[in-house]
């Protein structure tokens, strides 16, 4: 077996060329295998149908009071909308030292949203609801001073799941276990009263 | 004795066995299989556990034959079979109570391998076939508690996923690709149930089957942690060891009658079992925008959920989650001391045991509690116990101050 001159029925036989067919079958096959895989693993990603009901979503801001949030669907995305006080995000500076993302360097958001209130315009905050330590859905605490969460509160979300904090900027406290801010989706005002979720200047041409 | 299956043998035995082994099969696995003599409490589990299996496959196929798959189908044709399939209620509690008697029955057994070292050499591979039943059986126990699409089977299935974000740079991607949407969706719980009716179930069925012919290879471990085939009689038989059958098939006969009582009462009379078996919040469809409070996953994923949520860095708590359940894959290596049974082994080993035990047990109950102040700080303390017992055991293993093992099992008639 071992012996490179091995013979069969007294004719001498090639270990080396028979070694080598043997590895060439089995490399071919492990490519045809990788080919013949790839369907299967693609037919997991979003389908045509799941990425067309992506379509962006139209919001009317017009009856959204100061301090009102509400609730759309993007994406199958929980995406919230709130108007702040002008004073709620002059106040937002003040907490940067209790933050581990102020500036949003390693967080998720549109370009015209990496500032430190995390919007394109100064009142209207959109957010992904989505906890991004592990996706649960973020509460509402705007009132500052939140019994639960102390006296010291500037006001924001809390996860109910494991206790992650962000301020009405979505951006994350220390000593959360999320370790970036709530994502933000891009979006565009195509009129004062009128927000775009899933549409901006960089996928008004794309597929959007 | 006769050769049973021999050539001369007649009439339809004869035939049947000159076919197909079943004679010699039947000989060779349970009349000639030799296990030790002292098989304690603890060796009920094994069979148990296959029984458990069984039962799930049972139940499961007839689940299935009711269950609509899908976003809009799902809860309501629970809902149905709970109240309009007749004996549906019943079918569905024995899966369900299935599902926790199978994690139960599991770490039992997998806690006797700790007890008398049954991982230890030549039952290294045996253990390993064993931990991947165990992880196939947290997949499909998951995808599981998914089908019913309640509200915690979303939200469950939300966090879950979202584990595998914290990957670095693939991340995002491959969630994307599990859900199979931008969110937990239909194509999500319609893969799911693919996956828990037949992949998974394929997968453990040829795991199990590794498992029992492991088993056969080396023989059973026993309390005493003595190689009992080291000690042959005249006839080349182990002098400790008695026939599988009749001996140890009646033992675990009676094992399944006293078994079959306990989970009968549960199934009947508690089938949640107070919010652990089933939760409140499962009996409300799933809604995307409300997460239940609290949120905890079933009891048998709370040690490790527990883990998660003690560290306060989210890729940390993920990699340490995972490190939790990969690590009884080492354990073989881990161990180095010269004995396996913990009745020989000295405080050291008894005293980390016991670290593990009530740093399990107790992770297990904060794993349910909410998130917050002195649970969280609690939660640290025993995952560092948790994690002591395994990190430290090529240590204290060696350091251990062992007691000389006899050469034959004790056994008390």
């Known amino acids: 077996m071992t012996d490179a001159a091995a013979t069969v029925n007294g004719s001498e036989v090639d270990q080396s060329r028979r070694r080598f067919l043997t590895v060439a079958t089995s490399a071919t096959a492990a490519v045809g295998a990788v080919f013949t895989i790839s369907p299967f693993v693609a037919s997991w990603e979003p389908s045509e149908r799941a990425r067309a009901m992506g379509a962006p979503v139209t919001v009317d801001l017009s009856k959204l009071e100061v301090g009102q949030m509400v609730t759309y669907v993007w994406r199958r995305q929980p995406i919230y909308i709130f ?39 100064d009142d209207i905050a959109v957010l992904i609801a989505v906890c991004t330590h592990l996706g649960c859905l973020p509460k509402q605490h705007f009132q500052t001073g939140d019994p639960v969460l102390g006296t010291d509160w500037p006001g924001g979300f809390l996860c109910p799941c494991h206790g ?25 005002f195509p009129a004062e009263n009128t927000l775009v979720i899933g549409q901006d200047e960089d996928t008004a041409q794309g597929a959007a | 004795m006769a050769s049973v299956d021999a050539p001369t043998q007649g009439g339809f035995r004869g035939w049947l066995n000159k076919r197909l082994p079943v ?22 589990f094994g069979s148990l556990a296959l029984l458990v299996l069984v039962m799930q496959l049972f139940t499961g196929i007839f689940l299935a034959m009711f269950y609509k798959v899908g976003d809009t189908t799902a809860f309501d044709s629970v809902e149905y079979i709970m109240r309009e399939v007749d004996y549906g209620w019943l079918i569905r509690y024995l ?108 997968v453990l069925l040829l795991l199990v089957a590794l498992h029992l012919v492991a088993l056969r290879q080396t023989g059973s ?15 080349g038989k182990p002098i400790d060891g008695i026939p599988f059958h009749p001996y140890y098939t009646v033992k675990d006969v009676f094992g399944i009658g006293v078994f079959l009582t306990l989970f009968a009462i549960v199934a009947f009379f508690v089938p949640t079992f107070g919010n652990l078996f089933m939760e409140e919040a499962n009996f409300e469809p ?54 396996k049974s913990v009745r020989y082994r000295g405080w050291l080993f008894r005293g980390f045991l016991a670290l593990f ?12 509690r909410p998130a917050t102040g002195g649970y969280v700080t609690a939660a640290r303390v025993f995952a560092c116990g948790y994690f002591a017992f395994f990190v430290l055991m090529p240590w204290y293993s060696r350091r251990d101050r062992v007691k000389p093992v006899p050469n034959r099992v004790s056994f008390h008639a």
């Open chain 1, 83 to 121: 108007r702040r006080a002008e004073q709620a995000v002059q106040d937002l500076a003040a907490h940067d030292g209790r933050l581990k993302d102020p500036k949003s360097l390693d967080s998720e958001q549109p370009p015209y949203a990496k500032n430190e209130r995390r919007s394109r315009r």
């Open chain 1, 164 to 188: 992650s904090r962000f301020d009405m900027a979505g951006r994350v406290f220390n000593g959360s276990p999320a370790s970036t801010n709530l994502r933000v989706p891009p979006y565009s």
């Open chain 2, 23 to 44: 004679d010699s099969f039947i000989r060779s696995q349970l009349l000639d299989y030799y296990a030790p003599k002292n098989f304690n409490v603890w060796y009920f």
């Open chain 2, 95 to 202: 899966h369900s109570t299935g599902a926790s008697a199978f994690f139960l029955v599991v770490y039992l057994h997998m806690y006797r391998a700790f007890l008398y070292g049954s991982y230890k050499t030549p039952r290294e591979l045996l253990w390993l076939f064993g931990m991947f039943i165990y992880l196939a059986l947290m997949a499909e126990a998951f995808m599981g508690y998914v089908l019913p699409w309640g509200n915690m089977s979303y939200w469950a299935a939300q966090v879950i996923i979202n584990l595998f974000s914290t990957i670095p740079v693939v991340g995002p991607g491959l969630v994307e690709w599990i859900r199979g949407d931008y969110g937990v969706a239909d194509a999500t719980i319609d893969r799911f149930f693919a996956l828990h009716v037949v992949a998974i179930p394929l």
């Open chain 2, 221 to 235: 471990n026993n309390p005493d942690g003595i190689e009992i085939k080291e000690h042959p009689g005249p006839d």
């Open chain 2, 286 to 339: 799933a809604n995307p925008l409300s997460t239940p409070e609290p949120i905890a996953p079933s009891w048998y994923f709370t040690p490790y959920y527990a883990i998660l949520r003690a560290v306060p860095n989210q890729r940390l708590g993920a990699l340490l989650l995972l490190l939790a359940v990969l690590a009884y894959f080492f354990v073989p290596w881990l161990d180095r001391s010269p004995v």
């Open chain 2, 357 to 368: 035990t009530v740093s399990f047990l107790a992770l297990m109950w904060l794993g349910m």
